[in-house]
Structure formats: C-alpha cells, structure tokens
C-alpha cells in the first residue's frame, strides 16, 4: 500500500491512501533515514509504503519505506541540539509569515528561514500579514522590506488574515501546489488558512498582552486539502531556526545576491569578511546589497551558536 502523510503526533502518522482514504500508520521497529540525525523519521508530506494489520476491528498501517523525498525543510531540535526535526517534505513552495509587532519578527529570522529554503531548494514567498493593523510609519516599513526582497528575487504580498486583504493573490500562487505555512506564533498563521478555507476551523488564540508574543495553538503539522485544487502543511510556531549542516564558505551561496557577485571577488573561496577586493563589499559600501542582509549573513557566518532563538519577551538572543 501506499500514500502521503497527512499529520503527524510523534508516534502516530495519519495517512492518506492513494484511492483517498485515510489511515493511521504507526512505524515499524527503529525506523531511521541514513544520513539524517532526525528526532522525526517520518514527516507530512512523505509518500510512504504501508502493510495493513488488524488492531481488533481497526485497520492500521505500518510504515515500512519512505520514498524518496523531491526535498525538505528542517531546523534544529529544540531539545537535543545535535539533531534536526523536519518540518516537511516534498514541498513546491513555503510562505514565511511575517509581522512587524504582537509579535515582531526580525530579519536574522527571516534570512535564516530564506537560507535554508535556498539550501533546499525549495521557492519562498514572504507575506507580510496585519496590514490592516499599521500606522502610516509601520507600513512604510513593510514596504521597505518587502521592496528589499523583491530586489533580490523574492515575491511578497502584503496581506490582512482578519480582513482578507489580498488572500485571492495568496490563493492563486497556492493553485495545484503544496505549500508550507510557517512564522512565529501569533503571525496569523491558522487565521490565514481559515480565511483561505472556513471550514476547516482551525484553532486561534490571541496574543499575549504581557510578552507580545502568540500562543501555540498549532502542536502539529498538519496537510490540509483545500477546495480551490492546493494543499497547505501547517506547522506549529516556529521559535528558533537553525542553520543545519553548513560550512561557512556555503552561506554566501544561498543569498542569491551575494552569489551573484561571487564571481568577482579576488579570492575563490572569498568569506566576504575581511578579504581584499571582495565584490560584496564593495557592493555594499555603493548600496547595492542591503546592509541588514549583510548583517545577518555575518553573523551566520561568524556566531560561536548556529541555532538562532527568540526568547519569551521577543528579545533577539
């Protein structure tokens, strides 16, 4: 038998079958990917091979392969530091949700996420969501970065969760694909999906007044079928997000802008630091490279941690 994991508790895995049917799966023995320290072998959005067993008068399914994954996005175990959770698999594009306030999410979070999207291969799309909720200056803001990211390549939309402010553009860019939503918790993210899709019903909460940050209300990922011909994986809020299995002299190649340029340094193997006649800093001193990018990519390149984490009171750490 086989099919695509739908949601996934840790133990449990929630299949869909090929004829469409759903089915809970569990794995069989100590099921381990080679190559992957992962604390999740299976994921949503994995096709997977099953036998059928009989638990009374239940059907069940026992995962015994995985097929090869098109790619995957993965961050660090919160928990166990050497390992990396995977978020999701066999993706065609990821929407990064973001929100200058209640809470704020920063750009080391949002170039770390764009890194390891680049690493993967897999399309990004920025949304900048509560646009409804700004002042003049905080929308100047948003344009800012969103014109930032489109320079470099990337699509960004400017989007209202609670309003349904250009939710037809997000729809049309989820058309006959599977897509990832992910951001911080509280950026709007099950609000979205409820206004791409009401009845799916998905949990919200409100923020905390206390620390201006969400409450979880996602605890696992899950894919949803939507009406309009897309899939959506929803996934919990993502606190931290590491880069995983990168060398240093790697990094520059997953800032598209960077690489471009990486052709004219002097040196092949240039880190863009300190090195003598480095077109990237040269471009940057000309402001042709953004220096909050610039900043982000160094700090990859040179901090003693390689996992990035926002703490409770919103606080870069």
Same mark, same amino acid.
């Given at each position: 038998?086989?099919?695509?994991?739908? *949601?996934?508790?840790? @133990?449990?895995?929630? #299949?869909?079958?090929? $004829?469409?049917?759903?089915? %809970?799966?569990?794995?069989? +023995?100590?099921?381990?990917? *080679?190559?992957?320290? @992962?604390?999740?072998? #299976?994921?949503?959005? $994995?096709?997977?091979?099953? %036998?059928?067993?009989?638990? +009374?008068?239940?059907?069940?399914?026992?995962?015994?392969?995985?097929?090869?994954?098109?790619?995957?996005?993965?961050?660090?175990?919160?928990?166990?530091?050497?390992?990396?959770?995977?978020?999701?698999?066999?993706?065609?594009?990821?929407?990064?949700?973001?929100?200058?306030?209640?809470?704020?999410?920063?750009?080391?979070?949002?170039?770390?996420?764009?890194?390891?999207?680049?690493?993967?291969?897999?399309?990004?799309?920025?949304?900048?969501?509560?646009?409804?909720?700004?002042?003049?200056?905080?929308?100047?803001?948003?344009?800012?970065?969103?014109?930032?990211?489109?320079?470099?390549?990337?699509?960004?939309?400017?989007?209202?969760?609670?309003?349904?402010?250009?939710?037809?553009?997000?729809?049309?860019?989820?058309?006959?694909?599977?897509?990832?939503?992910?951001?911080?918790?509280?950026?709007?993210?099950?609000?979205?999906?409820?206004?791409?899709?009401?009845?799916?019903?998905?949990?919200?909460?409100?923020?905390?007044?206390?620390?201006?940050?969400?409450?979880?209300?996602?605890?696992?990922?899950?894919?949803?079928?939507?009406?309009?011909?897309?899939?959506?994986?929803?996934?919990?809020?993502?606190?931290?997000?590491?880069?995983?299995?990168?060398?240093?002299?790697?990094?520059?190649?997953?800032?598209?802008?960077?690489?471009?340029?990486?052709?004219?340094?002097?040196?092949?193997?240039?880190?863009?630091?300190?090195?003598?006649?480095?077109?990237?800093?040269?471009?940057?001193?000309?402001?042709?490279?953004?220096?909050?990018?610039?900043?982000?990519?160094?700090?990859?390149?040179?901090?003693?941690?390689?996992?990035?984490?926002?703490?409770?009171?919103?606080?870069?750490?």
């Amino acid at each position: 038998m086989r099919g695509t994991v739908y *949601k996934s508790t840790g @133990s449990w895995y929630t #299949v869909k079958e090929d $004829d469409g049917r759903f089915i %809970e799966c569990r794995i069989k +023995g100590k099921f381990r990917l *080679k190559g992957i320290k @992962s604390t999740n072998p #299976v994921a949503v959005g $994995d096709i997977v091979k099953f %036998e059928i067993e009989l638990l +009374g008068d239940d059907r069940i399914g026992v995962i015994s392969e995985i097929e090869d994954r098109k790619n995957y996005i993965i961050r660090k175990s919160v928990n166990l530091s050497k390992q990396t959770h995977i978020i999701a698999a066999n993706l065609d594009q990821v929407f990064l949700i973001i929100t200058l306030n209640n809470p704020k999410t920063y750009t080391l979070f949002i170039d770390r996420f764009l890194v390891t999207a680049e690493a993967y291969e897999i399309p990004a799309v920025l949304l900048f969501n509560k646009v409804d909720s700004y002042d003049d200056d905080e929308l100047t803001e948003v344009k800012y970065l969103a014109a930032m990211y489109r320079d470099i390549g990337y699509r960004c939309v400017g989007i209202s969760a609670k309003t349904g402010k250009n939710i037809d553009q997000v729809k049309q860019l989820m058309k006959d694909k599977t897509s990832m939503f992910a951001g911080h918790s509280g950026v709007g993210k099950s609000t979205l999906i409820n206004q791409l899709e009401p009845h799916l019903e998905i949990k919200t909460a409100e923020i905390s007044e206390q620390h201006l940050q969400g409450q979880h209300t996602t605890t696992f990922a899950e894919m949803h079928d939507l009406s309009f011909g897309a899939r959506i994986i929803d996934t919990p809020g993502i606190k931290g997000f590491g880069i995983v299995d990168m060398e240093p002299a790697e990094i520059g190649d997953y800032f598209p802008e960077f690489f471009a340029l990486k052709g004219d340094c002097k040196f092949n193997n240039c880190l863009h630091l300190d090195e003598p006649k480095c077109a990237v800093k040269a471009a940057l001193e000309n402001d042709e490279v953004s220096w909050s990018r610039y900043k982000s990519y160094v700090q990859m390149v040179t901090g003693d941690d390689d996992t990035y984490r926002i703490d409770n009171y919103g606080e870069e750490k």
